[in-house]
């Protein structure tokens, strides 16, 4: 069965002059994932999430939002494209006013936003005057006017200092839990390990790799256990299975080709009425994966 | 439609907080002081009124035109239903701003003796320059850099000078045998030419509202235009 999704890209290409941005693109959004776009630069990212916002058209293929309205889909960019002579708050009641919100409701709005995104101190300030990090605390702001099914965050740890991004990271999160489907551009591997569900590198526009997180990074032929205290003679008894096999106080390491003896070593543990505290197969990170897929 | 409104709003004050604004007031105070310098009568002004005001009030809508053609402007266009309201929006302001400059122009002048109206004739200034300034807004929208496609725009000031030029020496064509030229000229500047002569005449008749009607329906057409070629134009705007 296919899971729902809100963004269905199909055969997506789009040139600016001779130059292809997109290379018949295929891709979808799955509804209440937080999809990471990875790429090196000039790989499509941005390109793709202005297509999705309607700010471009394909010259080929099809984008389909399922039916998602504008007002469902909040957008935030990789720079301040703010007017800079508007104060904070008259600039999200400009937005929410677009967004369909009014009177007390447009205000009450506001203000939690404000006070969610601690830009309270900020409010009268005008957006020339706000930092990096404040711009990008706005533009979530904007973005989640009207409480929107969708966000796209193009480069949303961009500028941001460490406990900037930690706070972006703990929001996405937040958002996420919430059930707010949330496609991300970002170069920052660590970030999308940690708060991405489904990833899509795209290398030349083309899509290289696509597929949930998890899925997409495989297994390595390395297991650790760790357990409880071993009777007297256990220790050898597993290495007789297998030289290769690493047996320190309480933890087993079996790497390479030995990692296949994994079942082995566990029948003897568990015969033995050892306590099993930890299994840990090793997957490959998402650094090598990115590396393989878009150098490769 | 209260989407349209808002930027509105924000469109006019964006122009009028920049230098850019400058240019509409500055171009206003001129032509109140150069056409006002000898008096006007009421059939004066609904014509020299009508069209050099309207002139102004072309180039506040591309001003306007041009404030919204800038990256501030991804995230608004992002929330609206439809690209046609940015354009809507443009075309009103720009027809607001023409509004409040003739006031400003008319009231001063005839604060200082310079102009002599008729009550109530005078309120038929109110459709004649609203039908005339929605032409001039559409016009202003249409051949605006932000829904040109290709040299779309540079196309439609070319035409729009031959028009004019044509209307504008129809003796020398005829004499040199380009009737056609001039009868196309006549044809198409024919709305706007007879609603401002009807008007100043103070002839409410047929032709009068016909005129009005293919006026409105000019600018129809043009507004349309706009918004069929930005529809699915790719915006790629930057600071």
């Known amino acids: 069965m296919t899971e729902p999704c809100l963004i269905r890209a199909l055969g997506v290409t789009k040139r600016y002059g001779n130059a292809r941005a997109l290379d018949r693109l295929s891709l979808q959004v799955p509804e209440g994932s937080v999809f990471g776009l990875l790429g090196p630069n000039g790989a499509g990212k941005t390109t793709f999430l202005r297509l999705v916002m309607g700010f471009l058209f394909p010259e080929e293929g099809t984008l389909d939002r399922c039916g998602l309205p504008p007002c469902q889909v909040g957008y935030v960019p990789d720079r301040a494209f703010y007017p800079s002579r508007l104060r904070v708050r008259e600039y999200l009641c400009l937005v929410g006013r677009l967004a369909g919100l009014g009177g007390g409701a447009l205000q009450r709005r506001v203000q939690d936003l404000l006070t969610a995104l601690d830009l309270e101190g900020a409010a009268r300030t005008r957006l020339s005057g706000c930092s990096r990090g404040m711009l990008q605390r706005v533009g979530l702001a904007q973005a989640l006017l009207g409480d929107p099914r969708m966000l796209l965050l193009d480069e949303p740890m961009l500028g941001l200092d460490p406990s900037g991004q930690k706070l972006m990271r703990a929001r996405i999160e937040a958002l996420h839990l919430s059930g707010k489907t949330i496609v991300l551009s970002s170069h920052n591997l660590s970030d999308v390990a940690r708060v991405c569900t489904h990833v899509a590198m795209l290398r030349h526009g083309r899509l290289a790799r696509s597929g949930r997180l998890d899925a997409l990074l495989p297994l390595r032929p390395e297991v650790s256990i760790q357990t409880g205290p071993m009777p007297a003679g256990l220790p050898s008894a597993i290495r007789s299975l297998d030289p290769g096999i690493l047996v320190s106080e309480n933890r087993i390491t079996l790497a390479g080709e030995v990692a296949e003896r994994k079942t082995d070593v566990l029948r003897l543990l568990l015969g033995a009425g050892v306590d099993i505290r930890e299994l840990i197969e090793a997957r490959a990170t998402l650094e090598e994966v990115y590396l393989e897929a878009t150098q490769g | ?239």
């Not at chain 2, 609904?46 to 501030?72: Q, S």
């Not at chain 2, 559409?138 to 829904?147: F, K, Q, R, T, W």
């Not at chain 2, 380009?178 to 002839?203: F, N, Q, Y």
């Not at chain 2, 329906?217 to 070629?229: T, V």
């Open chain 2, 1 to 239: 439609m209260s989407r349209i409104w808002v930027l509105t709003g924000y469109l006019v004050r964006a122009l009028f907080g920049s230098l850019a604004g400058v240019a509409p007031l500055a171009a206003a105070v001129t032509f109140g002081l150069i056409a006002f310098e000898y008096g006007m009568d009421q059939a004066q002004l609904f014509t020299v009124g009508g069209l050099g005001i309207g002139v102004i009030g072309f180039l506040a809508t591309l001003l306007l035109a041009g404030k919204a053609d800038r990256a501030a402007s991804y995230l608004l266009v992002g929330r609206l239903r439809s690209r046609t309201e940015l354009l809507a929006a443009i075309g009103a302001g720009g027809w607001c701003i023409t509004w409040a400059l003739a006031l400003g122009i008319v009231s001063v002048n005839l604060l200082a003796g310079r102009l002599t109206l008729s009550w109530p004739s005078l309120l038929w200034l109110v459709p004649t320059w609203s039908v005339l300034w929605l032409l001039t807004s559409a016009l202003a929208v249409a051949l605006s850099g932000l829904v040109s496609r290709g040299a779309s725009n540079l196309l439609g000031y070319l035409l729009l000078v031959v028009i004019l030029v044509a209307n504008d020496r129809q003796t020398e064509l005829l004499e040199r045998g380009a009737s056609w030229a001039v009868r196309i000229a006549e044809r198409v500047t024919w709305p706007v030419g007879a609603l401002l002569a009807e008007a100043s005449a103070g002839v409410h008749g047929r032709t009068y509202l016909l005129a009005l009607a293919l006026v409105l329906f000019l600018a129809a057409a043009l507004f349309l235009l706009a918004a069929y070629l930005f529809r699915d134009k790719d915006v790629l705007w930057s600071e």
